[in-house]
């Protein structure tokens, strides 16, 4: 059984310039969560999709959005980016219902140079 | 404002003894908390979790006590394992909302 896999592992951009990063959610979830995590933070929760529709988002720009696919599987992307949008990149699936434990992916290492 | 804290950035143990890890929230309204455990180069893995109808509950070596008055939480590992060196985050969320709140961590290293 597969768990929570994302594309790609690492990444490179320049300021300015636009990224798609994908996440195919654990074989049975039907929600995806989306964390940015910085050098020695925790993660922060960016948004949450439920039935191709952005259920929660957090406190992230506009530049954030989203897209879910009949599959589950989900894409996150971020618009001219910053400096600061240099993060890990977590993806995370879990059933719909409240309570549930999330099932992380492993990250992306997105860097803005 | 940090609603979920973990004061102790890092925590050494021996092997074989108990790790107690912390952590602090500040919003009442939190009434399920998770602990998760993050090797370098992979994401989180979920360890354990307790709602706020319980004070404690465990799975195996690991142990999450609750205090609501206090508004505190403890994961406690006994024994402990050098395979549990690794950084650990507690979460926090409410009914009602689809997100969880994640401490800064703390890294556990345990000493053969």
């Known amino acids: 059984d597969a768990g929570v896999t994302q594309s790609p592992t690492h990444l490179i951009k320049t300021r300015g310039q636009q990224v798609t990063l994908r996440c195919s959610p654990k074989?049975?979830?039907?929600?995806v969560s989306w964390y940015q995590q910085a050098l020695g933070q925790g993660p922060q929760f960016i948004f949450q999709?439920?039935?191709?529709?952005?259920?929660q988002r957090g406190n992230f720009p506009d530049r954030f959005s989203g897209h879910q696919f009949p599959n589950y599987s989900s894409e996150l992307n971020v618009n001219a980016l910053l400096l600061g949008d240099s993060a890990l990149y977590l993806c995370?699936?879990?059933?719909?219902?409240?309570?549930?434990?999330?099932?992380f992916g492993q990250g992306t290492r997105l860097t803005v140079v | 404002d940090q609603q979920v804290k973990q004061n102790s950035p890092s925590l050494s143990v021996q092997e074989g003894r108990i790790s107690i890890l912390n952590c602090d929230y500040t919003?009442?309204?939190?009434?399920?908390f998770l602990w998760y455990k993050k090797y370098p180069a992979e994401g989180p893995t979920f360890l354990i979790s307790i709602s706020s109808i319980k004070d404690k509950n465990e799975d195996g070596r690991f142990t999450v006590f609750l205090n609501k008055s206090a508004k505190h939480l403890s994961l406690h590992i006994v024994p402990s394992q050098p395979g549990d060196s690794a950084v650990y985050f507690c979460?926090?969320?409410?009914?009602?909302?689809?997100?969880?709140?994640f401490g800064t961590g703390t890294r556990l290293k345990v000493l053969a």
């Open positions: 995370a699936s879990s059933l719909a219902g409240p309570y549930t434990e999330a099932f």
């Open positions: 919003n009442s309204m939190f009434d399920y």
């Open positions: 999709y439920y039935e191709e529709e952005e259920r």
């Open positions: 074989s049975g979830h039907d929600t």
């Open positions: 979460a926090a969320s409410f009914s009602g909302t689809y997100k969880y709140i």
